[in-house]
């Protein structure tokens, strides 16, 4: 089985956020199930200076205003087809802004030259890699399933995974000639999206599968309050939607190895995690206090992730006696909150605003608590590394938080299997009832232990929903040759 992953961004060459993680862990997971991966991705300056085994394996004189390359490459274990157009890609800033901050006005052709080359790889274009399945990631890839459609040449079946309905992708009607598509595709079954061109929209209208990442999140965004208006497409989507959990990549995330902890450790061993504690309380100006408990907080800034609610109960936080280490990057508003509040108890707030992997490390490997109140979460990987790291994870019971997190109630601490606290709804005093709860098992430092062992037992590694992929690509490649 051959299958085309087309992405934006993939860790470790280019990422954002957990798109990029997903995208550069689910391939070698694959690859134990049977199902070979090539990952195409544009090539952005820090893709190309990444890359090795280098050839060149097709050309384009037109891709949206400039010729193009296709590129055979390698990097970081995986196998890749990069896109050198220097007229889309070859720009400083991210993949999706320019160093100031703004998207690149062009990003309908840069993203459709992505959906536009994959079009190209389905149809054989490409000697010697014929895809069975095409597998397009979020709105930069949307088109994929459109190009397919309205070309009459032969192709495999496609799948679109929704990583975060938030980002849709929506460009001026204007554009479609420019785009390459037909009028007809400006439809209610095609790209069309309240007069506008939704490149996510037409995915998830188009392609043969739909899915996203965990099974909670598929059923909210069903919903009108979830669905960012698009709940009645998914709703009518019906089985061809489906969820399928995260996993992170845990050689990555393996605290036994781990090179950015002073102090690595394993269950067992797992008292010595107070080393690290110690020292991300030095790192970021926090007392010495082995006793207390230490919230962590490893984040975008964003409305999503629910952060001016910790902002409120923050309060409450320090009056349970514990402490919080924040690393984060993102909004201006909620970066300055966390910044007054941290000059308001000195020694018991840290921050750290920036990007910094090796601290993300050091964070899941010190603290007690990883704190997740997000107000929608699709999936969520923090919480995935803070059970692998024993940093028992406090959650908003939303999306994949809801489907990843066992909460510790009373049940299910009788039947040893909580793994965190969840909290419901989404609220300032909700929020606060769980730092009272987990300020309560902390007082009992033997059921502490004990969800500890839970959470670190817990298998958050690719191998489970690798298999559910491979499943789905085997499903529809039947279908499609009539099995
Ligand atoms: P999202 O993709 O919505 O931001 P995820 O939880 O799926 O959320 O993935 C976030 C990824 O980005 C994780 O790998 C996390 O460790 C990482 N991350 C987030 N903020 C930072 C930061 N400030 N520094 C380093 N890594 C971060
Ligand atoms: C998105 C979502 C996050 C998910 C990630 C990877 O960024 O916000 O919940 O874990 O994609 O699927």
Redesign the pocket.
């Known amino acids: 089985m051959k299958v085309l992953s087309v992405v934006s961004e993939v860790?470790p060459l280019i990422?954002?956020?957990?798109?990029?993680?997903?995208a550069g862990a689910l391939p070698s997971a694959l690859a134990a199930e049977g199902v070979e991966v090539i990952t195409l991705l544009p090539g952005y300056p820090a893709v190309m200076s990444a890359i090795d085994n280098v050839a060149p394996v097709y050309w384009m004189d037109e891709l949206f205003g400039g010729p193009a390359t296709i590129l055979s490459a390698e990097a970081a274990g995986l196998q890749l087809f990069v896109i050198e157009a220097k007229h889309l890609y070859d720009r400083p800033g991210g993949p999706y802004v320019s160093p100031e901050g703004v998207d690149w006005p062009d990003n309908a052709f840069r993203f459709a030259a992505l959906a536009r080359v994959a079009a190209q790889i389905a149809y054989g274009e490409i000697a010697g890699f014929v895809p069975d399945v095409v597998h397009a990631h979020d709105w930069q890839a949307g088109l994929v399933p459109a190009f397919l459609r309205y070309d009459a040449r032969r192709h495999a079946p496609s799948v679109l995974t929704v990583?975060?309905l938030a980002f849709q992708g929506q460009f001026p009607a204007g554009l479609l000639p420019a785009l390459g598509l037909p009028p007809h595709a400006f439809s209610l079954d095609g790209v069309e999206y309240y007069g506008m061109i939704g490149f996510l929209k037409g995915g998830l209208a188009i392609a043969d599968r739909v899915t996203t990442?965990s099974p909670t999140y598929a059923s909210e965004i069903r919903s009108t309050e979830g669905g960012m208006g698009l709940s009645g497409l998914l709703t009518d989507r019906g089985t061809d939607l489906v969820g399928i959990l995260?996993g992170?990549d845990d050689t990555v995330w393996n605290p036994q190895t781990d090179i950015c902890l002073p102090q690595r450790f394993a269950l067992n061993t797992r008292v010595k995690r107070k080393l690290n504690k110690a020292a991300l309380q030095q790192r970021l100006g926090l007392d010495d206090a082995p006793d207390q408990l230490l919230y962590g907080v490893?984040?975008?800034l964003?409305w999503?992730?629910g952060l001016d609610l910790l902002v409120e109960a923050l309060p409450h936080l320090i009056a349970t006696g514990a402490q919080l280490a924040l690393?984060?990057?993102g909004e201006d508003a909620i970066q300055q909150a966390f910044s007054v509040a941290a000059a308001e108890h000195p020694g018991r707030i840290g921050t750290?605003?920036?990007?910094?992997?090796d601290?993300?490390h050091l964070v899941?490997g010190a603290v007690d608590s990883l704190i997740?109140p997000s107000r929608f979460?699709?999936?969520?990987?923090?919480?995935l590394?803070a059970l692998r790291y024993g940093a028992l994870p406090l959650v908003a019971r939303v999306g994949g938080l809801a489907d990843t997190i066992i909460d510790a109630n009373e049940m299910a601490r009788a039947a040893g299997v909580g793994t965190g606290v969840q909290f419901a709804p989404v609220t300032v005093k909700a929020l606060e009832t769980g730092l009272e709860r987990m300020a309560e098992i902390w007082r009992d430092q033997e059921a502490w232990g004990q969800l500890q062992k839970n959470a670190m037992r817990t298998d958050v590694s690719w191998r489970g929903p690798a298999k559910h992929y491979a499943a789905l690509y085997r499903d529809i490649v039947s279908l499609r040759s009539g099995g």
């Open positions: 860790y990422k954002t956020g957990g798109l990029a993680d997903v990583h975060n990442v995260n992170i490893v984040s975008r964003s999503q992730k690393i984060g990057t750290f605003f920036g990007y910094d992997e601290l993300a899941q997740v979460e699709p999936c969520g990987l923090t919480q590394c």
